[in-house]
């Protein structure tokens, strides 16, 4: 839990929140296992999610961002450098050349490279695959 106890700026507005019994214990467990108030956690929480207004949002747990980071292996704090550090992993450079590979398509690569090192087995795979588009093979 992030929630700071810092004071409401001039021109805040109170306003009252019905919820399920069970979902005000469960901010209220929140609450208390962070040492604050169930307004203090409600108040952080509605703040940081102000605009997570997407039709399918996406939502990790804190277990589930260090699986993304150990998968990913660096540290991913915040969408945009999710989608970064995927970009970069699906990405390939031919002689300046980005390009985005999919996800099935690089792993089958990886799959076929027969113990060649994979950027070897990947530069000569280009090579050879764009000598036969251009016949020359």
Request: net charge neutral.
């Amino acid at each position: 839990m992030h929630a700071t106890a810092t004071a409401l700026p001039r021109e805040a507005v109170q306003v009252r929140v019905i919820l399920p019994k069970e979902i005000a214990d469960l901010y209220e467990i929140q609450a208390e296992d962070a040492g604050f108030t169930l307004e203090q956690v409600l108040q952080e929480r509605l703040q940081a999610c102000v605009y997570h207004d997407s039709e399918k949002p996406l939502y990790f747990t804190d277990a589930q961002r260090q699986e993304l980071d150990s998968l990913l292996k660096r540290n991913v704090g915040s969408a945009e450098k999710a989608l970064a550090a995927i970009r970069s992993q699906l990405t390939a450079d031919v002689s300046g050349y980005k390009v985005l590979l999919p996800p099935n398509v690089l792993q089958r690569l990886k799959s076929r490279c027969f113990g060649k090192p994979f950027e070897q087995f990947f530069r000569e795979t280009v090579i050879r695959v764009l000598e036969e588009f251009v016949v020359m093979r």
